[in-house]
């Protein structure tokens, strides 16, 4: 993900916004650096796409803008007009998506499409033909899967990789208050196989700014250092060898603003298994 910056704008909850102020955020964000929007075709509490449709019509009002942002976007939840929420990573269904993603968020080449969660019926063979159409004609320019454990991920690496497709992240939630990806090594895979995760909810839906036991730990490391709770989190999650890009959920530019001086900073060895023994209540042996 060459040229990606290390901090990225989630817009989940965009549907809290007008397109003018997304439009301003993007002007923001722009000037600090940020140059990455992370979305998916079903992110919005009303209609799925319409978030996609909303980053579209604020790049739209400033060319520079489209040229200067790359845009990640995601498929293969079915949760509407259906009998049962499912996965779907057909081939068809992978084309029609990216496709549709394409034009609502109106730009000509997605930058990164990610599959968004692990279909237990996928077939490796339809999604490299999904993946070879998207790619030779320029539609996608590069691939990734979301919330994959490292067999899974491993698996379809190895499948693709055989046929010149890589795939390049996975996109997987890591904070003070989810030890999954620690707890099934995911970590350690992504680090041997020298992959960029992207890392989504890193304030953990904002549980890091709770009054709980976690959010005290943190706050005791952030004192002593003369910083901003948030800042703390972004070089917690920045000091682990990962190299990751930062996927920031928030509205607020001066989140973006913490994050970035949190990638400036490298905590202990202490002070990460300090807020990792708050997560995980575990004691070195």
Same mark, same amino acid.
């Given at each position: 993900?060459?040229?990606?910056?290390?901090?990225?704008?989630?817009?989940?909850?965009?549907?809290?916004?007008?397109?003018?102020?997304?439009?301003?955020?993007?002007?923001?964000?722009?000037?600090?650096?940020?140059?990455?929007?992370?979305?998916?075709?079903?992110?919005?509490?009303?209609?799925?796409?319409?978030?996609?449709?909303?980053?579209?019509?604020?790049?739209?009002?400033?060319?520079?803008?489209?040229?200067?942002?790359?845009?990640?976007?995601?498929?293969?939840?079915?949760?509407?007009?259906?009998?049962?929420?499912?996965?779907?990573?057909?081939?068809?269904?992978?084309?029609?998506?990216?496709?549709?993603?394409?034009? /609502? =968020?109106? @730009? #000509? $080449? *997605?930058?990164?499409?990610? %599959?968004?969660?692990?279909?237990?019926?996928?077939?490796?063979?339809?999604?490299?033909?999904?993946?070879?159409?998207?790619?030779?004609?320029?539609?996608?320019?590069?691939?990734?899967?979301?919330?994959?454990?490292?067999?899974?991920?491993?698996?379809?690496?190895?499948?693709?990789?055989?046929?010149?497709?890589?795939?390049?992240?996975?996109?997987?939630?890591?904070?003070?208050?989810?030890?999954?990806?620690?707890?099934?090594?995911?970590?350690?895979?992504?680090?041997?196989?020298?992959?960029?995760?992207?890392?989504?909810?890193?304030?953990?839906?904002?549980?890091?700014?709770?009054?709980?036991?976690?959010?005290?730990?943190?706050?005791?490391?952030?004192?002593?250092? /003369? =910083?901003? @709770? #948030? $800042? *703390?989190?972004?070089?917690? %999650?920045?000091?682990?060898?990962?190299?990751?890009?930062?996927?920031?959920?928030?509205?607020?530019?001066?989140?973006?603003?913490?994050?970035?001086?949190?990638?400036?900073?490298?905590?202990?060895?202490?002070?990460?298994?300090?807020?990792?023994?708050?997560?995980?209540?575990?004691?070195?042996?």
């Amino acid at each position: 993900m060459e040229n990606f910056s290390k901090i990225a704008y989630g817009i989940w909850r965009i549907h809290e916004l007008t397109v003018d102020k997304v439009y301003e955020n993007l002007i923001e964000l722009k000037k600090i650096g940020i140059n990455v929007i992370d979305t998916a075709d079903i992110y919005h509490i009303n209609n799925y796409g319409d978030s996609e449709k909303l980053i579209g019509q604020a790049l739209e009002k400033d060319n520079g803008l489209k040229k200067y942002f790359k845009v990640v976007t995601k498929c293969g939840i079915v949760a509407r007009d259906t009998k049962v929420k499912h996965y779907n990573n057909s081939q068809e269904y992978i084309i029609n998506s990216a496709n549709i993603s394409r034009e /609502n =968020l109106r @730009i #000509d $080449t *997605i930058e990164l499409f990610l %599959l968004h969660r692990p279909d237990y019926f996928m077939d490796f063979e339809e999604i490299y033909q999904a993946f070879k159409y998207l790619k030779d004609n320029n539609i996608v320019k590069q691939f990734g899967v979301s919330n994959y454990n490292s067999i899974q991920f491993e698996s379809l690496r190895y499948y693709l990789d055989q046929r010149r497709i890589d795939l390049v992240t996975n996109q997987i939630e890591i904070n003070a208050y989810t030890s999954e990806h620690y707890m099934n090594d995911n970590v350690f895979y992504l680090k041997s196989r020298s992959i960029q995760p992207m890392i989504w909810s890193p304030m953990a839906g904002g549980k890091l700014f709770e009054d709980n036991e976690t959010n005290k730990v943190i706050k005791e490391v952030a004192k002593k250092m /003369n =910083l901003d @709770i #948030d $800042t *703390i989190m972004i070089s917690f %999650l920045n000091s682990q060898g990962l190299n990751p890009i930062i996927i920031l959920g928030s509205h607020n530019i001066t989140r973006y603003r913490n994050a970035l001086k949190g990638l400036k900073i490298k905590l202990t060895a202490e002070q990460n298994y300090q807020i990792f023994k708050s997560l995980t209540q575990i004691d070195v042996k």
